[in-house]
Nanobody
């Protein structure tokens, strides 16, 4: 069992920055592929960013590429999402997710169904 808790959301003006953090307990995140998703009111949950358990630079939705950066700190068992140059359309509840199954990362990292555990979400609101 894995428990994920997001923090760092809030209200920010367009062009500003926020850093979201996801803290895990119950299992070390070094054995999981990690993802960030978001859901705006009336819309489906959508992929934002992901990083495989082996690390690397991460993978991003086109809408956030160049503005958001995913990172992981295995020593602290946390995953972060640095969000810069925020836009009103980034407003959503942001969720951290963990996938434990081995293999298939590059085929499925954007898929909600690949992830086994989810946090409760943190609200990000970007004002224009």
């Amino acid at each position: 069992q894995v428990q994920l808790v997001e923090s760092g959301g809030g209200l920010v003006q367009a062009g500003g920055s926020l850093r979201l953090s996801c803290a895990a307990s119950g299992r070390t995140l070094s054995s999981a592929d990690m993802g960030w998703f978001r859901q705006a009111p009336g819309k489906e949950r959508e992929f934002v960013a992901a990083m495989s358990r082996s690390g690397g630079s991460g993978d991003y939705a086109d809408s956030v590429k160049g503005r958001f950066t995913i990172s992981r700190d295995n020593a602290k068992n946390t995953v972060a999402l640095q969000m810069n140059s925020l836009k009103p359309e980034d407003t959503a509840v942001y969720y951290c997710a963990a996938a434990l199954a081995m293999g298939g990362y590059y085929m499925y990292y954007e898929k909600v169904g690949r992830y086994d555990y989810w946090g409760q979400g943190t609200q990000v609101t970007v004002s224009s």
